[in-house]
């Protein structure tokens, strides 16, 4: 059983670039997350969803898109990297929301240069 | 809105004394309170929560942690320590009516010496 995976691990980008992290749970979760993780602030809410085909902004959404096609993934997009989105980007996912843990992802490791 | 603190950034103790990781909190409504362990390199791992019932609750690895509705606190603690017990240590707070929205406090770092 492989939880939450996460790709890619780690990524190098040039301000401007793009790219898309790809995040895939086998538990057949509802709610599905991304985090970002800087040192020293804990974990921020970038984006949510609640089920298949819905999303929704958490606390930090800006310069990010989600989407959540198919209900095992969940995709974060970056159009235009800046410097100030060097993080590492968690996913996470749960099966009922409110009352259940939170289900991790090993992190991608992202430096925009 | 809801919000957590972690009031300190770093926790020593020895290998066998007890210890104990602080958080508070604050929201609008019933707190559900979790604990969660980052090791090196990896993603948080759940150790504990409280929805609801006993005020102390316990959780993997030998912890435990006690609800303090009136002083908004959920502090975690282990009777023994252990040198793997060594990692990073965040308390996240969610309600019931935000989607499982938690939001997590900045984090603990726990060192267990020998």
């Known amino acids: 059983n492989a939880g939450v995976t996460q790709t890619p691990k780690f990524r190098v980008l040039k301000t401007g670039q793009s790219m898309t992290l790809l995040c895939a749970q086998d538990?057949?979760?509802?709610?599905m997350y991304w985090y970002r993780q800087d040192p020293g602030m804990g974990l921020r809410l970038i984006h949510y969803s609640v089920g298949e085909g819905t999303t929704a902004k958490g606390e930090v959404p800006d310069g990010y898109n989600v989407s959540r096609l198919k209900k095992q993934n969940f995709l974060l997009g970056l159009e235009s990297a800046a410097p100030s989105q060097t993080s590492v980007y968690f996913c996470?996912?749960?099966?009922?929301?409110?009352?259940?843990?939170?289900?991790f992802g090993n992190g991608t490791r992202l430096t925009v240069t | 809105a809801q919000s957590v603190a972690q009031p300190e950034d770093q926790v020593n103790v020895a290998e066998g004394n007890p210890l104990t990781v602080k958080c508070t909190y604050s929201?609008?409504?019933?707190?559900?309170l979790f604990w969660y362990v980052q090791y090196p390199n990896r993603g948080l791992q759940f150790l504990l929560k409280?929805?609801?019932?006993?005020?102390l609750v316990k959780g993997s690895y030998g912890f435990e942690a006690e609800f303090n509705k009136s002083q908004t606190s959920f502090h975690l603690k282990k009777p023994s320590a252990l040198v793997s017990d060594s990692a990073l240590y965040f308390c996240?707070?969610?309600?019931?009516?935000?989607?499982?929205?938690?939001?997590f406090g900045d984090g603990t770092t726990l060192t267990v010496k020998p």
């Open positions: 996240a707070v969610m309600v019931n009516t935000n989607a499982g929205k938690s939001t």
């Open positions: 409280y929805i609801t019932g006993d005020n």
């Open positions: 538990m057949n979760h509802e709610y």
């Open positions: 996470a996912s749960s099966s009922q929301g409110w009352n259940s843990p939170l289900h």
């Open positions: 929201v609008s409504g019933n707190p559900y």
